[in-house]
């Protein structure tokens, strides 16, 4: 047998080392196999786009789809399993709770953390655009008169109606589902959730031998929705490979190139956001930077991925009671909440985002007008969908408020959702931060210091 050159060995021996500790790090963790699939959807996305050339439109267009039907699969199974997953979590969430006091007092925490929390990120946002004001470094002229509407852009902003204090009573009953499968059926989460919490507070007083089948029955639920769950996991690497290649073709890099001011403005706004929700788990739960961000990186991964809250929610839960250490009852409860009602990345963009279609519309944005923007951007928010482009919407909302064009839009598409997918990612964050965080303020035990595995991770 030919012996090695003791070069040769010296050269590989580092390499096999390396190509073996990343085959274990793909093999055993999730976040892993979702960052493959994410740099190498941006790889194959840069020689399928138009700045290669590599790759004819004609083909690029369907092979980028196509590639892309993993990832719609993943998205379709999770929000096909998403209503009947949270519905049976918030109700044995509350009866983990076994307190209707306490239950009271941590819906008031959570909301009051979120509300809070959204409008501290429209102020951030609205204080980043004004200072940077990305809107200075585009030729402004040349945007306008190049301004094509899309008809994505033309629904989003057809009947768009600014919220008002004058129906307040009627619009809060009407956040109580009328019809609960109605409200099932069409996906609206806050109404779903209002709706488990009160059958859950009702079967908390009612006798044991009375709820004790229905909590059964809603035990086996949530067990057969974690199991369509963990087959969606199973795709995630490839639904992200998919999604981020369709992507990286379609958004060529002259657009990100025009529009990278306005794109950076909104990124490090996300970034402080990120950085006040770790700096708040550090205070609050005694949770260090690098072992909080070590806990949430495969749902924020997925969530940048996938831009929907309401996709990563099962995974969100799991890394609240098994890595972070929160109580059933509170990340059951706070977790679907959070995804419905809290929206600060998305409000942060949106303050960014209006501050900058004013600059280019040279219109002046005074403090009664900044205001109105916080105002919308929290209230708009609030039963928004947790899924992809719903941060458009609120947009035409805030924009409509100050009266800035909602045609302006258009400018902003085309780097959308690369945005839409950061934001996404710290709205999640700011999910979970919620958990430990009132957790924290409630007394409860502290999270163990080792982490445990997520099932999910492994699948």
């Known amino acids: 047998m030919p012996r090695l050159d003791p070069i040769e060995g010296l050269t590989l021996a580092p390499l096999r080392r390396l190509v073996t ?36 439109a004609s083909y690029a267009v369907p092979i980028a789809h196509w590639l892309a039907l993993p990832g719609l699969l993943f998205l379709a199974l999770v929000q096909m399993i998403v209503v009947p997953l ?11 709770g076994d307190n209707v006091a306490q239950l009271r007092q941590l819906g008031l925490r959570g909301a ?53 204090l004058q129906p307040g009573p009627e619009m809060l009953i009407g956040l109580l589902p009328t019809n609960p499968l109605a409200s099932m059926v069409g996906g609206e989460m806050l109404q779903v959730i209002l709706f488990a919490f009160i059958v859950g507070i009702a079967l908390v007083n009612l006798p044991t031998d009375k709820s ?33 290649t ?15 001011i306005y794109m950076l403005t909104v990124l490090l706004g996300l970034g402080i956001m990120l950085g006040l929700f770790v700096a708040l788990a550090a205070v609050f739960a005694r949770i260090g930077p690098r072992r909080y961000l070590s806990s949430i990186r495969d749902v924020f991964l997925l ?73 919308t951007a929290v209230s708009a928010s ?12 609120i947009l035409a909302m805030v924009l409509e408020g100050v009266g800035i064009p909602t045609t302006g839009i258009a400018l902003i598409l085309g780097v959308d959702r690369i945005l839409d997918m950061s934001r996404t990612a710290v709205n999640v964050t700011g999910d979970l931060t919620a958990c430990v965080v009132i957790q924290s303020l409630a ?16 699948a």
């Not at 609030?382 to 919407?393: K, L, R």
């Open 21 to 56: 500790s990343l085959e274990h790090l793909v093999d055993t963790n999730l976040w892993a196999r979702v960052l493959v699939g994410m740099l190498g959807g941006i790889l194959l996305g840069v020689l399928l786009g138009p700045d290669a050339g590599l790759v004819s």
């Open 86 to 96: 949270v519905f049976a979590s918030v109700v044995r969430g509350l009866a983990a």
């Open 112 to 164: 009051a953390f979120f509300i809070v929390t959204t409008a501290l990120a429209t102020v951030v946002g609205l204080a980043l655009g004004s200072w940077i004001a990305p809107g200075r470094f585009v030729d402004s002229g040349s945007l306008q008169a190049s301004l094509v509407v899309p008809d994505s852009v033309a629904a989003a902003t057809d009947a768009v109606a600014v919220p008002t």
């Open 212 to 244: 004790a089948p229905l909590f059964d029955l809603l035990g086996s639920l949530q067990e057969v929705s974690m199991t369509v769950v963990s087959w969606a996991m199973r795709l995630a690497p490839f639904a992200v490979f998919g999604l981020m």
């Open 246 to 260: 369709r992507l990286t073709s379609t958004v060529g890099l002259d657009v990100l190139a025009g529009m990278s």
């Open 303 to 375: 969530a940048f991925s996938t831009s929907s809250s309401a996709a990563v929610m099962p995974l969100s839960i799991e890394t609240a009671e098994d890595r972070l250490g929160v109580a059933p009852s509170t990340a059951r409860f706070l977790i679907p909440l959070g995804a419905t009602i809290n929206m600060n990345g998305t409000a942060l963009y949106q303050g960014v985002a209006t501050v900058f279609l004013a600059q280019v519309f040279a219109i002046d944005l005074t403090m009664g007008g900044l205001a109105i923007v916080v105002a």
């Open 382 to 393: 609030i039963g928004s969908p947790a899924t992809p482009g719903a941060g458009i919407v």
């Open 443 to 458: 007394g409860a035990p502290e999270p163990a210091d080792a982490p445990g595995p997520i099932a999910t991770d492994t």
